[in-house]
């Protein structure tokens, strides 16, 4: 049996997140207003056929899978590319050498969307915040950085939508919030894992310092049935 984080969507939607799914057999799919993400158990023809039959009209799937594999019949090649899989060395919480941040709320996903919209960290929804807990940091009102979870696997939690406005980079305060919500989730009993392209060489410097070390490397594929390929 593979490993829960070789096909870390599929496992977080027939796990923790079954809640936020939808999708029947071999194939399930988030919502697309949460997250733009499918998944396969298996790259069968089988699996693709469940895919197809609940994918949004006119929507590319967007697979986590560990390889670039094969094209099955029938479906057309949007994009590919790799993603580094990072997880920490070491699972004791890091020192507290940091500013305690905001706990964000349904209250703050006007000043998250403003953020995102300008820092750009990569998918982005209207209920993107209720995967999981988001911290930020506020200046002058304004929230300028943030971090927070997105998919949830059994013991494993994913950190994503890190992100700082470029008036307040060069600080450190995606690094402030890391630890933060690296501690609390080691503390949970959660092993906190996330993705990252690896030409986005400052971010994976930043990952390195903060003790993460690359786990291995999973393709994201994004497949749209023919038929809706028009």
Known sequence: MSHVLDNPVWFALIGPQADFAHGQGLARHFYRDMAPFS??????????????????????????????????????????????QMVPKHDRPIAEDYAVPDDLTEAD????????????????????????RFVGYRENGRLVAMAGERLRLPSYVELSAICTHPVA???????????????????????????????????????????????????????KPVSEAS
């Not at 000043?111 to 209207?126: C, I, Q, S, T």
């Open 109 to 132: 996903v006007l000043a998250m969307r403003e953020l995102v919209d300008v820092a750009k960290p990569g998918p982005f929804g209207p209920r993107t915040h209720r995967l999981g």
């Open 39 to 84: 998944a396969v158990e298996e790259a069968t023809p089988a699996a693709y056929a469940d895919l197809a039959s609940d994918l949004p009209s006119n929507t590319e799937a967007r697979l986590f899978r560990p390889s670039d594999e094969a094209l099955p019949p029938g479906w057309l090649a949007i994009d590919a590319f790799p993603m580094l």
């Open 169 to 223: 980079r060069g600080r450190g305060l995606a690094g402030k919030l890391m630890r933060c919500l690296m501690n609390r989730a080691i503390v949970r009993g959660e092993s906190p894992f996330l993705h990252v392209r690896p030409e986005n060489r400052e971010a994976v410097s930043l990952y390195h310092r903060l003790g993460f070390t690359v786990r291995r490397e999973i393709w994201v594929l994004w497949r």
